[in-house]
């Protein structure tokens, strides 16, 4: 399960509706997200998330041991829904689900939109159906090796004797203020990802730096710093090459195609850095093995 995303710039309206909870978004918020769309030309989410879907059910069939496996995705904002992909799996003849959400990072009150998703799902297409939700999975030693290997890989872009100048940005979604406070989870789940990445790297704490991106339009306060403060501030530390490695996403879509790759990178030149980062996961090898061993993880635990 994903958050969703519109497409293309026909389907902001829809989609913002429904990140609203119903509510119409102002003209002025569906002209800024439409213009966004246009820039990147669509968000390629959708695709990639069948794409993995499609990976992890390969993986977990091909693995054998008595069990047959079905994957689907499903969005919370945006077509497919949560209720088409259980469907869909229920179809298939499922027995039990094992929902996993596609960010590693995510506290009992971030979980709560997908876990009424899902029980509304399984309320109207199969009442007497097992189902789990995975638990965050930050730290999953799959996981950290899909960041290490993705920002080792980066980093030999640059020429040996550079390597060790370029800063290290890492990033995550910004939430509201008001969200952490009353559950500061999330912040915690972040800082551990990023002990488990730069311990394995070898990178001590003078090498990188965080920062919050995407923050959302309302008026309430979200958290910083925000990715474009912390590049100017950079620039005047002295740093030449900066290399953003978004820790809280898995795909390719708006977040990263417009906010890192357009807005970020204009900031990165206007403060005369040198602006790079990691590719994200998608499909990677290494990226599969972290969703199966969550998998394992659930189902291990369901018969605990």
Known sequence: MTFGSAVTSADVPAYLRSVRG??????????????????????????ITR?????LGSQLQARGGGQEFAVSAGMLHSPPQIVDALRDLVDGGATRVVGIVLAPQY???ILTGYERALSAAVAEVAPDLPVRMAGAWHTVAAWVD??????????????AADRDRVAIVFTAHSLPRPVVERD???MAQIDETIAAVADRLGFNRQRWTFAYQSAGHSPEEWLKPDLVDVLPRLRESGATDVLVVPVQFV?????????IDVAAAEQARAAQLRFHRIAMPNTDPLFIDALAAVVDRELTA???
């Open 22 to 47: 119903g509510r119409d978004p102002s003209p002025e918020l569906v002209a800024e997200f439409a213009r966004r769309f246009d820039v990147i030309g669509r968000s390629p989410l959708l695709d």
């Open 51 to 55: 794409e993995q879907a499609a990976a």
């Open 107 to 109: 506290s009992p009150l």
């Open 146 to 159: 899909s960041l290490c290997s993705r920002v080792d890989e980066a980093l030999r872009r640059f020429d």
């Open 184 to 186: 500061p989870g999330y």
């Open 251 to 259: 795909s390719d879509h708006l977040e990263i195609l417009y906010d």
């Open 302 to 304: 369901v018969h605990a």
